[in-house]
């Protein structure tokens, strides 16, 4: 068939373009370094998740309440989704970085400027094919389902797929970062400095943060850890989605206003700043009707169907002045089991944190430890941390009737004693020696002709006849 | 402080027009500013007595920069395919580049390993594979012996025609004067003259010399 000699591209300059940066990564070795080392670590993550679950799950057997707080999700499938996570976080930047930094420093960038096609065709193309990659690299994780699914675990399909979808928003977010570092930074090493500095420094942050209140807490609250551990415990909220979402997009839109050659810098912070304020005002608006739900199964993130419906109808303000300190056990139980599950049930929720210490070993104050409840300009207090006694006192002020709902049914729990030899075999020796294969076929794709090439330019080549005399 | 001010010249249809000047004279400054990827504080482009802003130049100009290596670790035949590609070029046009250029030998080659003739004349085949009507390349000689000057000489003058401009920046001044048929010349940020050969030399008071004592006499 003979090769197409036509003024027109075959494909539109995205598909062109989308190719190039798909064949540039897998010319380069990181993401087959990525691959290798994703395999090994959710294969050591998933071997101990296993073995410590079924560990857990031998007195399950006699013991039905034991039973009940055994959760896949927890003890199997959001350790094994750490080794993405620490992929995500480590080696996933390289990639993204070295998709802008290279040009940059070849400048291959100034002949991609002067396409006919836009900057934000250019840079589109590079964030589909890191997409492609992370999917790819999140292939061994997926295998963990099927794995734990045919050793007879159960899966919580929900919550799974709710723990994907928070290490994507994470991936989205480190691109985005990425981006902008290798757009600003002179060299890829630079880069990768900048953008390890950004996910570590919210490690620092969450570390700082912890046990502390005010702005630290509220800086915390948008850290990256942050945004992925609501996920971990099965809590799908949509300002988070969202927010991570627009903070994806508005950093790739600011990693494109500052790569572009053609416009002044005082232009390019300006432009940027906008970009960064209508993010700001697209984030407040979505948060105006936030979307929470608990995808768990054993429905830990949320009070009974009943409760539910009930603090769902309350149309005033709640406000809950809790006299602890953030470092209180008690305060971290209650924010746990009562706090967080009114945050997702009532409407207008709002919580003050009281107290002279950190930790609150030295309180000498007599109304430590009393929480003050306000609703419709009543009042009442309770030292009490627990859901059985927090919430018929809510209805008390606000007056109301528990709504009769009908209950979901017990969460029975998942023990299983699974054995790891068949896992052990696909992630340390069989995925790998895919993994190594498919980088020696991608090696002679490369080394390949291009797909375009006409029959005239290959048997120029294979002659290797020299025009003109050659150099 | 400027490093261009008060530049004004004419391109026309179908010539090779040199921009001449030694180095730090400000021509690949004043390429990167016509082609839209350097901002100027001030000033205009006009295609056809009609302004041309910025974002538009890139659909009437090409600019090859002197100092890219574009994919290093991709291989030749990959780049010239991918702008062939992007150019939205035919394989015969692709072919004939090749060919015109002698980059047979080195088509499977990694751009990084080309030895610094062969890169040169990789990246003139991407300012040939441009359809654009004006075609800017700096210094489309560096790197190249005598004999590859001349071949390549060939090459753009037969690219040049009725629908197809050349804007070379020089720093050799034989070279410019065996191939171009105007010439702006460029000194310290500012034009010193323009015109052909004889028309500097009439503008400098000179007799029949080269473009070197002319160049010499006006800046």
């Not at chain 1, 045919?150 to 480190?174: D, I, M, P, R, T």
């Not at chain 1, 990768?192 to 509220?218: M, Q």
């Not at chain 1, 993130?301 to 809950?320: Q, R, Y």
Request: charged residues 20%; neutral net charge.
């Amino acid at each position: 068939m003979p090769s197409p000699d036509t003024a027109q591209p075959r494909h539109g300059p995205f598909f062109t373009l989308l190719n190039k940066e798909w064949r540039d990564i897998l010319a380069g070795q990181t993401i087959w370094v990525l691959l290798l080392l994703v395999s090994l670590l959710v294969g050591y993550s998933y071997t101990q998740a296993v073995t410590l679950y079924g560990e857990a799950s031998k007195p399950a057997q006699q013991l039905p309440e034991v039973a009940r707080s055994l959760s896949p999700l927890d003890g199997v499938f959001v350790p094994t989704f750490g080794a993405l996570y620490l992929a995500n976080t480590f080696l996933l930047p390289f990639i993204a970085i070295r998709s802008i930094a290279s040009e940059r420093q070849t400048g291959g960038h100034k002949l991609l400027l002067q396409l006919p096609c836009w900057l934000s065709t250019i840079v589109t193309a590079k964030v589909v094919a890191l997409l492609a990659v992370w999917l790819i690299a999140t292939l061994p994780c997926l295998t963990v389902v099927a794995l734990w699914s045919s050793s007879g675990g159960h899966v919580g399909w929900a919550e799974v797929a709710n723990l994907f979808l928070g290490h994507l928003l994470y991936a989205a977010v480190v691109v985005g970062i990425s981006f902008v570092a290798a757009a600003v930074a002179e060299s890829s090493a630079t880069a990768a400095i900048l953008t390890l500095a950004a996910t570590l420094g919210f490690w620092v942050l969450d570390f700082a943060a912890a046990g502390e209140g005010g702005l630290l807490k509220s800086l915390s609250n948008l850290s990256l850890t942050t945004l992925l551990r609501g996920f971990e415990q099965g809590v799908f909220s949509s300002i988070t989605m969202f927010g991570a979402l627009i903070a994806s997009a508005v950093l790739i839109i600011i990693a494109g206003i500052l790569i572009d050659l053609r416009v002044t810098l005082a232009h390019k912070l300006l432009t940027s700043a906008l970009a960064a304020v209508f993010a700001a005002g697209l984030a407040a608006g979505v948060a105006i009707r936030p979307l929470n739900v608990d995808t768990t199964e054993d429905g830990r993130n949320s009070f009974p169907p009943a409760d539910a419906a009930t603090l769902a109808g309350l149309d005033k303000p709640l406000h809950v002045l809790v006299r602890l300190a953030p470092e209180d056990p008690r305060y971290i139980d209650f924010e746990r089991k009562v706090l967080s599950k009114l945050r997702r049930s009532v409407r207008d929720f709002a919580v003050t944190l009281q107290s002279d210490t950190r930790s609150g070993l030295f309180e000498n104050s007599d109304t430590y430890g009393v929480m003050v409840y306000r609703y419709d300009g009543k009042q009442a207090e309770s030292r009490s941390t627990g859901e059985g006694e927090v919430l018929p006192l809510i209805y008390g002020l606000a007056g109301i009737e528990r709504k009769a709902v009908a209950d979901r049914d017990p969460y029975p729990g998942y023990p299983l004693q699974a054995r790891t030899d068949l896992a052990q075999v696909w992630f340390y020796g069989l995925l790998p020696l895919l993994i190594l294969a498919a980088w020696v076929l991608a090696h002679r794709q490369a080394t390949a002709w291009p797909p375009r090439t006409s029959q005239a330019i290959r048997s120029r080549i294979r002659t290797r006849r020299p025009f003109h005399g050659g150099m | 402080m400027f490093a261009l001010n008060d530049i004004t010249f004419t391109a026309r249809r179908g010539e090779i027009l040199g921009l001449i000047g030694p180095n730090g004279a400000g021509k690949t400054t004043l390429l990167e500013i016509l082609s839209g990827l350097l901002p100027a504080d001030r000033g205009s482009v006009r295609w056809d007595e009609i302004p041309l802003p910025t974002g538009r130049r890139k659909h009437v100009m090409f600019y090859l920069p002197e100092a890219v290596e574009p994919y290093p670790d991709r291989r030749a035949i990959d780049v010239l395919v991918l702008f062939a590609e992007l150019f939205g070029q035919p394989d015969s046009r692709l072919s004939g580049i090749i060919e015109q250029l002698a980059l047979s030998p080195v088509l499977q080659t990694r751009v990084a390993a080309l030895s610094k003739g062969y890169r040169r004349r990789l990246l003139l085949a991407l300012g040939l594979l441009a359809p654009q009507p004006l075609v800017m390349i700096d210094e489309p000689f560096d790197g190249l012996d005598l004999k590859q000057t001349r071949e390549v000489m060939a090459v753009l003058r037969t690219l040049c025609g009725a629908d197809r401009s050349l804007l070379l920046s020089i720093h050799q001044l034989s070279d410019a004067e065996r191939l171009c048929d105007r010439f702006v010349l460029l000194s310290a940020g500012s034009v010193r003259g323009e015109g052909n050969l004889e028309d500097l030399r009439a503008r400098a008071g000179q007799g029949h010399v080269g473009l070197e004592e002319v160049f010499l006499a006006l800046t």
